[in-house]
């Protein structure tokens, strides 16, 4: 069976629901509003403790997660994971996740994607639990996602019925034009 290369998206689909999507806060894309670095998935448990996915699906982009300057350390982090597509799953790309990150692989069997954890993160032992307000600011970021999606939803059924009706426009020119030879 061919492999398939699975997207960023995919790979967060994945990675929440690996987590849990009814048991955590899971919000994709935080750069704002909570005080820390961009996060690719950042999970928030009961207790308020985070954890980050940073995904990478390319080794050029895991070398170059090097030159951030912030190290993907913050007091409001407790677990810092890399989410990997499993052809990074080698020994050359893995020396460039920091030791203390826990792993994470993608992993395609017959026609579905699996999630295993390779590595277990280390505890960062000066973090601190999301205040009641941090929590609530990171619902609120992850509720303002939903209408950005809901918008390109419905800009997507709309260029699908214009792509459909042009094609059926088509199929009518050539149907017309066969008969006229």
Same mark, same amino acid.
């Given at each position: 069976m061919k492999k398939v290369v699975i997207s960023t998206e995919e790979i967060e689909s994945k990675v929440a629901h690996f987590f849990g999507i009814r048991t955590h806060l899971i919000v994709p894309n935080v750069s704002w509003g909570l005080g820390i670095h961009e996060c690719d998935?950042?999970?928030?448990s009961k207790s308020g403790y985070c954890t980050e996915v940073e995904i990478k699906i390319s080794k050029s982009d895991l070398? &170059?997660?090097k030159e &951030?300057?912030?190290g993907h350390k913050n007091e409001k982090i407790k677990y810092l994971y890399f989410a990997i597509p499993? &052809? $990074?799953e080698t020994p050359d790309i893995i020396e460039h996740i920091p030791p203390d990150a826990g792993i994470l692989v993608i992993r395609q069997i017959k026609n579905r994607y699996h999630v295993k954890k390779i590595r277990e993160a280390v505890k960062n032992k000066n973090c601190r639990a999301l205040t009641e307000r941090e929590q609530y600011e990171m619902a609120r $970021?992850?509720?303002l996602r939903i209408w950005g999606l809901k918008n390109k939803c419905t800009n997507y059924k709309k260029d699908y019925k214009a792509m459909k009706e042009r094609i059926?426009?088509?199929e009518e020119e050539i149907y017309n034009w066969r008969g006229k030879k």
């Open positions: 998935l950042l999970i928030c070398i &170059k997660d &951030k300057t912030h499993e &052809k $990074l $970021l992850g509720a059926t426009q088509l």
